[in-house]
């Protein structure tokens, strides 16, 4: 595709419930990132991949956050006993190695009722 | 890790007029600088970023200035046009030309107001 592609592009879920978002990076571009942006913020790094594995998983806030990329293209990110707090938009970037630019996807916001 | 600062977290300025945002970040091994434009509701888009090995960089009417000494870069928006409204955000990252791991630490944003 053209650019980078999320979906769903909104999402509630109950509290507890388990949720799944999926990022479609730019063709070619090895490198994926996810971000959180909650109202009002800047965007807050939580994992990146460079191919199939998880190169930095620092900003993941806890263990009900995981993120996968099992074929070095598209990565979903999995929350499991969702909780109210994390509600946000999540955002997911993709990148070329050597090419600094990351391009970002339009979101998926996540609202936990 | 990195922390960004940016200021102002809301700039208005009349249409034509020049519009400066300020970052300073803490990281001195942080060597890359972009600036994202984000409009409600839709995605950060890349408008300028800077390397650490150049102090300044001008695209039409958009220039970035870094001072590494300082650790501080700055965003210049001249002739302000009604279509600069939006929200600001500056970053760092270690991320040189051959790429790298960190992800980008991201400013709390500032949203730019051109009056007409």
């Known amino acids: 595709g053209a650019g980078v592609s999320q979906t769903p592009s909104n999402k509630v879920t109950e509290k507890g419930k388990y949720v799944e978002l999926r990022c479609d990076p730019i063709?070619?571009?090895?490198?994926l990132y996810w971000y959180r942006q909650s109202l009002g913020q800047g965007p807050e790094f939580l994992i990146y991949?460079?191919?199939?594995?998880?190169?930095?998983d620092s900003g993941l806030p806890n263990d009900r956050f995981f993120a996968v990329r099992p074929e070095g293209s598209v990565s979903t990110l999995k929350i499991q006993r969702t909780e109210r707090g994390d509600s946000a938009v999540y955002l997911c970037?993709?990148?070329?190695?050597?090419?600094?630019?990351?391009?970002f996807g339009q979101g998926t916001r996540l609202t936990v009722v | 890790g990195e922390n960004v600062e940016q200021h102002p977290s809301t700039l208005s300025v009349q249409e034509g007029d020049s519009a400066v945002i300020k970052c300073t970040y803490s990281d001195s091994a942080s060597n890359y600088f972009p600036w994202y434009k984000q409009e409600l509701g839709k995605r950060p888009q890349l408008i300028i970023d800077i390397r650490s090995n150049v102090g300044e960089k001008k695209d039409q009417r958009i220039a970035v200035t870094l001072n590494k000494t300082a650790k501080h870069f700055s965003l210049h928006i001249t002739e302000t046009q009604p279509e600069d409204s939006a929200v600001y955000f500056c970053?760092?990252?270690?991320?040189?030309?051959?790429?790298?791991?960190?992800?980008?630490?991201f400013g709390k944003g500032t949203h730019l107001i051109i009056q007409p």
């Open positions: 970053a760092a990252s270690k991320n040189g030309a051959g790429g790298g791991a960190d992800g980008l630490t």
């Open positions: 063709s070619g571009h090895t490198a």
């Open positions: 970037a993709s990148k070329t190695a050597g090419n600094t630019e990351a391009f």
């Open positions: 991949f460079q191919g199939t594995g998880a190169a930095d």
